[in-house]
């Protein structure tokens, strides 16, 4: 006789166990719904960050799409507004010395400040700021005006690709420690006469990203060039921007030095010097950057000057801070289109086109620091800050420059 298997019977529910499903069911739905709740939020503050102009998707390229991300963020200010009463009541103070630079920029300021950082614990960092220029006078000679590009071991490149930008590290060698880390600056010339937008943006990546890689380089551009067409439109500037940068360069390291009788760039017509030595130069090309270098040296590269070019809102930092740090001084590039200051520098400057800052040349010696230097020859460095000046205002459209007398 075949065995047959007894049937399986289901022990009906109790109203104990529906409930207890329904308290699990309820759970679940909750634990669901936080999780969606807490990834929204982190993408409402990423679309939120740096005022709304931050490029999602453009960030979450760069630092990784799967990747969590922290967002910090503030938003100070405004753009295009007159001068408030702060800032005229500051004209009047020491940190207010005024040369023919700042009348133009004496009835208007921009106290626009942005700032967020996106960070990904396992991938790196992007930190953003944006600044309305000129800056109200009550700013001057107190702090930086505009967060500042690294250019103390390398020399910026221009950004090129039509942006009047830069692009900037500490050390552009290969496995050095802060290989993958750069800065990008976007100055944005706006329609309103003397107006403009500084986009500045640091781009840490760790692991297998590194610049000297020129596929990889990009990455660490097109937030900056990204965040710039946003504010452009966000805060109505009207600037005229530039094109996608599929290529840049490598900032100039220390040992990248050239003859200068052969020098094409930003030491292009800047003569040799038998006196002091100068024979080579460290240069970059030069383009639409608001800030240009020349660096002078001796037959084997070591640096004696260091001639600087700066535009716009660089222009404008710069007299800020010589007021703060050379206040002893009875002259300083803040109150006079051109002069010598102490014994360590000269300085030249030009009238550019459309209500902006009216721009600065410098030549210092190398390391001088404000001292006396031995036996500097003077005739030459007039010399070299004249040439340098000349060639750069022509290129940037500006009017001849004011030079220093002796």
């Not at 060698?173 to 290989?179: G, P, T």
């Not at 944005?188 to 006469?193: E, H, N, V």
């Not at 500084?198 to 900056?224: C, M």
């Not at 094409?264 to 240069?283: D, N």
Request: glycine fraction near 8%; include cysteine; aromatic fraction near 6%.
């Amino acid at each position: 006789m075949a065995l047959t298997r007894p049937a399986l019977t289901r022990p009906a529910l109790t109203r104990r166990r529906i409930r207890a499903l329904v308290a699990v069911a309820v759970a679940l739905a909750a634990l669901t719904g936080a999780f969606v709740w807490f990834a929204g939020s982190e993408d409402r503050a990423l679309e939120g960050a740096c005022d709304g102009v931050l490029p999602v998707g453009e960030v979450r390229s760069v630092l990784g799409d799967d990747t969590e991300l922290d967002v910090t963020n503030r938003t100070e200010g405004s753009f295009g507004k007159k001068a408030d009463s702060a800032a005229k009541s500051g004209e009047s103070g020491e940190s207010a010395k005024s040369g023919e630079s700042d009348k133009s920029s004496a009835k208007r300021a921009n106290s626009l400040s942005v700032h967020c950082r996106i960070t990904a614990e396992d991938t790196g960092h992007i930190a953003v700021s944006i600044a309305g220029s000129p800056r109200p006078r009550a700013e001057y000679g107190y702090d930086d005006l505009y967060t500042a590009v690294p250019a103390r071991r390398t020399l910026p490149v221009p950004l090129g690709h039509g942006w009047s930008g830069l692009f900037a590290t500490d050390t552009a060698r290969l496995d050095d420690a802060e290989d993958g880390t750069a800065t990008t600056a976007v100055l944005l010339d706006c329609a309103r006469r003397g107006d403009s937008l500084l986009i500045t943006v640091e781009t840490a990546l760790r692991g297998a990203a590194t610049l000297d890689d020129p596929a990889v380089r990009p990455d660490f551009v097109r937030t900056a060039t990204a965040t710039a067409e946003a504010a452009n439109d966000h805060w109505g500037c009207g600037a005229r921007l530039g094109k996608p940068v599929r290529s840049v360069g490598l900032p100039v390291n220390e040992d990248e030095y050239e003859p200068l009788l052969g020098a094409k760039g930003t030491c292009a017509a800047v003569p040799t010097a038998s006196r002091s030595a100068v024979s080579t130069a460290r240069e970059t090309a030069r383009d639409r950057a608001p800030r240009e270098s020349c660096v002078l040296g001796t037959r084997d590269g070591s640096p004696l000057y260091r001639l600087e070019a700066y535009y716009g809102p660089y222009a404008e930092d710069a007299r800020s801070q010589y007021t703060r740090d050379y206040d002893y001084e009875n002259v300083t590039p803040a109150e006079k289109p051109a002069g010598r200051l102490g014994r360590s520098a000269y300085w030249a400057g030009a009238t550019c086109p459309r209500g902006a800052e009216s721009a600065l040349y410098l030549i210092r010696a190398d390391a001088a620091d404000g001292e006396t230097r031995r036996r500097p020859d003077l005739a030459y460095e007039r010399a070299a800050l004249a040439a340098f000046a000349t060639a750069s205002a022509t290129h940037h459209g500006c009017a001849a420059p004011s030079l220093p007398k002796g």
